[in-house]
């Protein structure tokens, strides 16, 4: 047995499925593509019911047919207000979804980017937070910085006191130096006069040093008799032989810029001659020449030095322990402006380690 296909519609009003036996039944209206079933056209009737009189009246304006055929474009009117006010209400339901899903979406990306500000804002501040020291270091920290401001205070309080201890150090020494200066003798003068002398003894001499004698009496008398060493002539060079001469000269002035030539030139054939100006008469020779056998690395420059330590002139004396500390390396205690006794038991010490160490001097 073949079954029938039945055709089946849907109310627009409800959606409810209509069969077409409904239809052929008038038990549901079917007019311009538009269905409305049972299940709503009786709810319609009773409506139009209630509204008789205006449908009437409208039926005979519009000169509507049957009683049949008026129900049913009553109907349909009826029918077509209700869809387009449903399909606008779909409409602005529809609009309304749109708009509160478009606002459901800005919202979401909204709070996904604060979202993500605050885990950037809190990944900072634990990044901040490892970096922080603990309580306990701090209070470590804390401890220390105040021994240090212990220590510091301390360390100014003991700078205080050196400085103080310091000043008058520095205040005994100016007194010293002060002392000192007073008791320094302004030679200049005497050097200018020996300049002039010496000048005026060069203009007599011009011509007649060749004739001069080698040892006057006043070089014999302060060498205790002994006469200088004759010069020899292969011995002594001959830009200096000159100046050997001149030492045997009455002239104080002449007799020092000779020493100053030869000690200048460091020549160890002079040093025979310049010993015996160690006593010279003038103190500005003897100065000189004291000064000049540092230069002179001989255990006969020694001897002279130790000597001189003996010196009446506190400057001769001062200028001959200077020059035993350079040529010996030896560091005696001497004091110039002492008395005489005083120096003359620094010039003992000087001789007793000078015995031991003059054989091997030099060595």
Known sequence: MQEQEVEVSFCDLCGTSVPAGDIEGRKA???QGKTVGGCCLA?????????SAPVSVVTSVTGGGSDKG????????VAIVLLAALAGGVIFLDSRLSRLEDAWVKASGESATRQKADSEALMGLSVKADGLVAREDIDALQKKTDSLGESLATLTTDSGKRQAVLEQEVGGLRRQVAESQKKVVDYRPLFED???RHTRAMAAIEGMRSEVAAV???VVAVADG????PIVGAEVPEDLADHVRKLSSGDPAVRF???DVLVDSRNLTVLPYLL??????DAFVRRLTVDGLREFQKAEAVDVLIEALRDEDENVCDTAWRSLRTLTGQKFKFDAAANKESRGRAAQAWQDWWTKARPTFGA
């Not at 709810?43 to 509204?51: F, M, T, V, Y």
């Not at 008026?70 to 009117?77: A, V």
């Not at 002994?226 to 060493?229: A, L, T």
């Open 29 to 31: 209206v079917q007019l």
């Open 194 to 196: 020996l300049r002039e």
């Open 43 to 51: 709810a319609l009737r009773e409506s139009e019911g209630e509204k």
């Open 70 to 77: 008026g129900d049913s474009g009553r109907l349909l009117t």
């Open 216 to 218: 006057p009496a006043s």
């Open 276 to 281: 015996p100006l160690a006593k010279d008469t």
């Open 257 to 259: 810029e000779a020493v």
């Open 226 to 229: 002994k006469d200088p060493p």
